[in-house]
Protein backbone atom coordinates (compact mmCIF):
# COMPACT_ATOMS: atom_id res chain seq x y z
CA UNK A 1 0.00 0.00 0.00
CA UNK A 2 1.18 3.28 -1.12
CA UNK A 3 2.27 5.71 1.87
CA UNK A 4 -0.12 8.62 2.14
CA UNK A 5 2.32 11.57 1.41
CA UNK A 6 -0.11 14.04 2.54
CA UNK A 7 0.57 15.99 5.85
CA UNK A 8 -1.67 14.67 8.95
CA UNK A 9 -3.34 17.80 11.21
CA UNK A 10 -4.20 16.92 14.56
CA UNK A 11 -7.09 19.53 15.76
CA UNK A 12 -7.02 20.52 19.54
CA UNK A 13 -10.15 21.37 21.40
CA UNK A 14 -9.48 24.01 23.06
CA UNK A 15 -11.88 25.24 26.18
CA UNK A 16 -13.21 28.12 26.97
CA UNK A 17 -13.93 30.75 29.69
CA UNK A 18 -16.63 33.75 29.54
CA UNK A 19 -14.92 36.78 30.43
CA UNK A 20 -18.18 38.59 32.50
CA UNK A 21 -17.01 42.35 31.85
CA UNK A 22 -16.81 41.51 28.07
CA UNK A 23 -19.18 43.50 25.21
CA UNK A 24 -21.29 40.41 24.47
CA UNK A 25 -20.12 38.22 27.20
CA UNK A 26 -16.91 37.14 24.36
CA UNK A 27 -15.42 33.69 25.55
CA UNK A 28 -12.12 33.56 25.89
CA UNK A 29 -9.85 30.54 24.73
CA UNK A 30 -7.49 29.72 27.84
CA UNK A 31 -4.79 28.41 24.88
CA UNK A 32 -3.08 30.31 22.54
CA UNK A 33 -0.12 30.99 20.38
CA UNK A 34 2.48 33.68 22.04
CA UNK A 35 4.14 35.82 19.27
CA UNK A 36 6.82 37.40 21.06
CA UNK A 37 10.54 36.30 19.74
CA UNK A 38 13.70 37.49 19.74
CA UNK A 39 14.31 38.15 16.06
CA UNK A 40 11.44 38.57 13.80
CA UNK A 41 10.71 36.72 10.28
CA UNK A 42 7.53 38.57 9.27
CA UNK A 43 6.94 34.96 6.56
CA UNK A 44 7.99 32.46 9.42
CA UNK A 45 5.46 34.48 11.73
CA UNK A 46 3.17 33.95 9.24
CA UNK A 47 3.66 30.75 8.60
CA UNK A 48 3.41 29.33 12.04
CA UNK A 49 0.26 31.45 12.84
CA UNK A 50 -1.53 29.57 9.70
CA UNK A 51 -0.38 26.20 10.90
CA UNK A 52 -1.68 27.12 14.86
CA UNK A 53 -5.31 28.11 12.67
CA UNK A 54 -4.70 24.45 10.88
CA UNK A 55 -4.63 22.05 14.47
CA UNK A 56 -7.03 24.45 16.30
CA UNK A 57 -5.55 26.91 17.60
CA UNK A 58 -8.01 30.41 17.65
CA UNK A 59 -6.48 32.49 20.31
CA UNK A 60 -3.53 34.37 19.35
CA UNK A 61 -1.40 37.23 21.52
CA UNK A 62 0.41 40.44 19.99
CA UNK A 63 1.62 43.52 21.08
CA UNK A 64 2.68 46.82 19.71
CA UNK A 65 6.21 46.21 21.21
CA UNK A 66 6.57 42.76 19.24
CA UNK A 67 6.15 43.92 15.48
CA UNK A 68 4.44 40.99 14.85
CA UNK A 69 1.08 42.41 14.45
CA UNK A 70 1.49 43.13 10.76
CA UNK A 71 2.61 39.01 10.05
CA UNK A 72 -0.04 37.99 12.18
CA UNK A 73 -2.76 40.42 10.54
CA UNK A 74 -1.50 39.13 7.11
CA UNK A 75 -2.23 35.42 8.25
CA UNK A 76 -5.62 35.88 9.50
CA UNK A 77 -6.14 37.20 6.29
CA UNK A 78 -4.62 34.23 4.86
CA UNK A 79 -6.64 32.21 6.53
CA UNK A 80 -9.81 33.67 5.98
CA UNK A 81 -9.16 33.30 2.33
CA UNK A 82 -8.80 29.53 2.13
CA UNK A 83 -11.50 28.90 4.36
CA UNK A 84 -9.34 27.73 7.32
CA UNK A 85 -11.95 29.88 9.84
CA UNK A 86 -15.36 30.76 7.91
CA UNK A 87 -15.41 34.36 9.75
CA UNK A 88 -13.07 36.71 11.80
CA UNK A 89 -15.55 36.18 14.90
CA UNK A 90 -14.13 32.83 15.58
CA UNK A 91 -10.41 34.02 16.44
CA UNK A 92 -9.55 35.63 19.60
CA UNK A 93 -6.89 38.42 19.31
CA UNK A 94 -5.07 39.75 22.04
CA UNK A 95 -3.34 42.99 21.30
CA UNK A 96 -0.99 45.70 24.27
CA UNK A 97 -0.74 49.07 24.99
CA UNK A 98 3.35 49.99 25.49
CA UNK A 99 4.27 52.13 28.00
CA UNK A 100 5.57 55.14 25.79
CA UNK A 101 1.63 55.11 24.86
CA UNK A 102 0.21 54.50 28.21
CA UNK A 103 -1.14 57.85 28.60
CA UNK A 104 -4.71 59.08 28.32
CA UNK A 105 -4.83 60.85 25.16
CA UNK A 106 -2.50 58.24 23.71
CA UNK A 107 -4.27 55.08 24.39
CA UNK A 108 -7.18 55.06 21.42
CA UNK A 109 -4.63 56.73 18.81
CA UNK A 110 -2.36 53.42 19.67
CA UNK A 111 -5.10 50.80 19.65
CA UNK A 112 -6.30 52.05 16.27
CA UNK A 113 -2.44 52.07 14.96
CA UNK A 114 -1.87 48.76 16.11
CA UNK A 115 -5.84 47.52 14.35
CA UNK A 116 -4.64 49.04 11.26
CA UNK A 117 -1.17 47.25 11.47
CA UNK A 118 -3.54 44.07 12.31
CA UNK A 119 -5.69 44.77 9.76
CA UNK A 120 -8.90 43.91 11.13
CA UNK A 121 -11.39 46.38 12.84
CA UNK A 122 -11.32 45.28 16.59
CA UNK A 123 -9.54 43.09 18.83
CA UNK A 124 -11.03 40.47 21.22
CA UNK A 125 -8.69 41.86 24.59
CA UNK A 126 -6.52 45.17 24.77
CA UNK A 127 -4.22 44.93 28.01
CA UNK A 128 -2.10 47.49 29.27
CA UNK A 129 1.17 45.57 29.13
CA UNK A 130 2.90 46.76 32.15
CA UNK A 131 2.32 48.93 35.11
CA UNK A 132 4.27 51.84 34.19
CA UNK A 133 4.51 54.65 31.41
CA UNK A 134 7.37 56.20 29.49
CA UNK A 135 7.96 59.58 27.95
CA UNK A 136 5.74 59.32 24.49
CA UNK A 137 8.05 57.97 21.84
CA UNK A 138 7.26 56.51 18.07
CA UNK A 139 10.20 54.31 18.58
CA UNK A 140 9.24 51.45 20.65
CA UNK A 141 11.76 49.92 22.83
CA UNK A 142 11.77 47.38 25.92
CA UNK A 143 15.06 48.69 27.30
CA UNK A 144 13.64 52.11 28.34
CA UNK A 145 16.35 54.37 29.83
CA UNK A 146 15.10 55.20 33.61
CA UNK A 147 15.09 58.60 32.81
CA UNK A 148 12.26 58.39 30.42
CA UNK A 149 9.77 56.28 33.21
CA UNK A 150 7.00 58.14 34.88
CA UNK A 151 4.23 57.69 36.46
CA UNK A 152 1.24 55.89 35.23
CA UNK A 153 -1.89 57.73 35.71
CA UNK A 154 -4.23 54.46 36.69
CA UNK A 155 -7.21 56.72 36.35
CA UNK A 156 -7.02 58.51 33.01
CA UNK A 157 -5.03 55.46 30.98
CA UNK A 158 -7.91 52.90 32.38
CA UNK A 159 -10.85 56.10 31.68
CA UNK A 160 -8.91 55.60 27.51
CA UNK A 161 -9.58 52.11 27.60
CA UNK A 162 -12.70 51.97 28.81
CA UNK A 163 -13.80 54.37 25.72
CA UNK A 164 -12.00 51.88 23.62
CA UNK A 165 -14.25 49.23 24.25
CA UNK A 166 -17.15 51.49 24.30
CA UNK A 167 -16.42 52.58 20.67
CA UNK A 168 -16.31 48.85 19.45
CA UNK A 169 -12.35 48.95 19.21
CA UNK A 170 -11.92 46.02 21.57
CA UNK A 171 -14.00 43.36 22.82
CA UNK A 172 -12.76 43.60 26.13
CA UNK A 173 -9.96 45.41 27.89
CA UNK A 174 -7.77 44.32 30.72
CA UNK A 175 -3.57 44.14 32.46
CA UNK A 176 -0.70 42.00 31.77
CA UNK A 177 1.70 41.77 34.52
CA UNK A 178 -0.18 44.15 37.38
CA UNK A 179 0.13 42.99 41.13
CA UNK A 180 -2.54 42.30 43.64
CA UNK A 181 -2.24 46.24 44.63
CA UNK A 182 -2.25 47.79 41.51
CA UNK A 183 -5.09 45.78 40.42
CA UNK A 184 -7.63 46.90 43.35
CA UNK A 185 -6.21 50.75 42.37
CA UNK A 186 -8.27 50.18 39.03
CA UNK A 187 -10.76 48.51 40.95
CA UNK A 188 -11.28 51.51 42.96
CA UNK A 189 -12.85 53.64 40.41
CA UNK A 190 -13.53 51.61 36.95
CA UNK A 191 -16.86 51.36 35.41
CA UNK A 192 -15.57 48.43 33.48
CA UNK A 193 -13.28 45.87 35.40
CA UNK A 194 -10.14 44.34 34.12
CA UNK A 195 -11.47 41.11 32.25
CA UNK A 196 -7.97 39.56 31.96
CA UNK A 197 -4.62 39.77 33.98
CA UNK A 198 -2.24 38.54 31.46
CA UNK A 199 0.98 37.17 34.16
CA UNK A 200 3.46 34.25 34.34
CA UNK A 201 2.10 31.35 36.43
CA UNK A 202 2.67 32.93 39.97
CA UNK A 203 0.34 31.10 42.51
CA UNK A 204 -0.06 34.19 44.96
CA UNK A 205 -1.53 36.50 41.98
CA UNK A 206 -3.67 33.88 40.62
CA UNK A 207 -5.47 32.80 43.71
CA UNK A 208 -5.99 36.39 43.93
CA UNK A 209 -7.75 37.61 40.55
CA UNK A 210 -9.56 34.73 40.54
CA UNK A 211 -11.45 35.62 44.08
CA UNK A 212 -11.82 38.89 42.05
CA UNK A 213 -13.98 37.00 39.16
CA UNK A 214 -10.94 38.26 36.52
CA UNK A 215 -9.84 36.14 34.30
Known sequence: MAANSEPMHVSINVPEVKLSSASGHRKMPVIGLGSAVDNIDERAMKSAVLEAIKLGYRHFDTASLYGTERALGEAIAEALKLGLVASREELFITTKLWCSD??????????????????????????????????????????????????????????AMEECQRHGLTKSIGVSNFSPKKIETILAFATIPPSVNQVRLITIIIVFIYELGIG
Open 102 to 159: AHRDLVVRALKKSLKTLQIEYVDLYLIHWPMSAKPSEKLRNDIPEEDLVPLDYNGVWE
